[in-house]
């Protein structure tokens, strides 16, 4: 199928739709609504979507609300034949994404702005949190730019330029790293982690069987007090030897200590760091479906043995993902 036997079979999803007069807040709300499933207006009261089964729902919900709400709606799918074009559709939804994103890119002009005004290290904190936030409206916007607007790329370069100089800002007042110690000093050894194992330390286990030592014996025990026997490492625990340091979770502390480089293990780093630390840094868009499959590894499941087990799975074909994505 050629690109002009696609652009003549697009589908348009229009939601034709009257609200009532009263009270004011409901066609505000309805407004926003569709502000948030990135819908255009085509008319007054018609608004469209790209067709698909995505789409479809978030309309069909909406078109739910507003009947629920005392107006009326009725969802239809079109095709384009005269007065708009698909083309004219298409720039009307980069058109409204790039007003977004042109908003974002303000911000991010501003924090950059202040970020020079202050011309020292302090702030990192707040800097990184409003980084984050405008992360998350990026990666909601991206979510509804059906037809990738142009404003999306000059907006990632900024936050990636405002990410690299707080790194430089952070790394002049962080502790030097530790020394990398070679893979073969850690064979051998006896793993000791806490109990009720979750993502970072599911990640660290697979991480420490898969990479470091396949025999590995890893052990479970009640966590802070812990006085380890000679031989054992700690990970992911109170004062243990591989745990937290600064804002990198257990598993990009181990990573980095073991000097593996692979990209998948990083890419695997983020998105353990974004779930684990819950401070969205990365922004990896993984991150919230890998946290489900971890969530219901452990409910599924008591024992910290069969968590990583099955955790192991998950970890390994998102190696291999990574891998072949990169490839």
């Known amino acids: 199928m050629n690109a002009t036997t696609i652009l003549l079979e697009q589908r348009w999803l229009l939601l034709i739709h009257q609200l009532p007069t009263k009270p004011a807040y409901f066609r505000v709300k309805i407004w926003r609504r569709l502000q948030g499933l990135g819908a255009v207006a085509v008319k007054s009261t018609v608004y469209a979507l790209p067709a ?42 980069d058109k409204a994404r790039d007003a977004d994103y042109a908003e974002i890119a303000q911000d991010a002009r501003a924090l950059s702005a202040t970020r020079d005004a202050e ?3 302090e702030g990192g904190a707040d800097a990184r949190t409003q980084i984050n936030r405008l992360r998350k409206r990026l990666a909601e916007l991206v979510a509804i730019d059906f037809f990738a607007a142009t404003g999306r790329l000059a907006v990632e370069a900024m936050l990636a330029g405002l990410e690299a ?19 073969a000093e850690l064979k051998g050894r006896t793993w000791v982690t806490r109990r ?36 054992e ?26 000097g593996i480089a692979d990209p998948a293990l990083q890419a695997i ?59």
């Open 119 to 121: 011309a020292s290290g």
């Open 233 to 258: 490492l700690r990970f992911d625990m109170f004062e243990g030897e591989i745990t937290h340091e600064g804002d990198r979770c257990s598993f990009e502390v181990l990573l980095a200590r073991t």
């Open 196 to 231: 009720d194992v979750h993502v970072d330390r599911i990640a660290c286990s697979w991480l420490i069987r898969r990479f470091i030592d396949p025999q590995a014996v890893i052990r479970f025990v009640p966590g802070k007090g812990y006085v380890p026997e000679p031989g």
């Open 52 to 93: 698909n089964a995505e789409t479809q729902e978030d309309f069909e919900w909406l078109l739910k609300e507003i009947v629920a709400g005392g107006g009326e709606a009725m969802l239809c799918e079109a095709r384009l034949i005269d007065g708009l074009t698909d083309a004219q559709a298409r720039a009307l939804f």
């Open 269 to 327: 780093a983020e998105i353990v760091h974004d779930i684990d630390l819950k401070d969205a840094k990365f922004g990896r868009e993984e991150a919230t479906g890998i946290a489900s499959l971890i969530a219901g590894i452990a409910m599924a499941s008591a024992d910290d043995d069969q968590r990583i087990a099955q955790g192991a799975a998950v970890f390994d074909n998102l190696h291999q993902y990574f891998r072949a994505r990169r490839g």
């Open 165 to 183: 100089r707080l790194m430089e800002d952070e790394a002049m007042t962080e502790d030097p790293p530790r020394a990398v110690a070679p893979i």
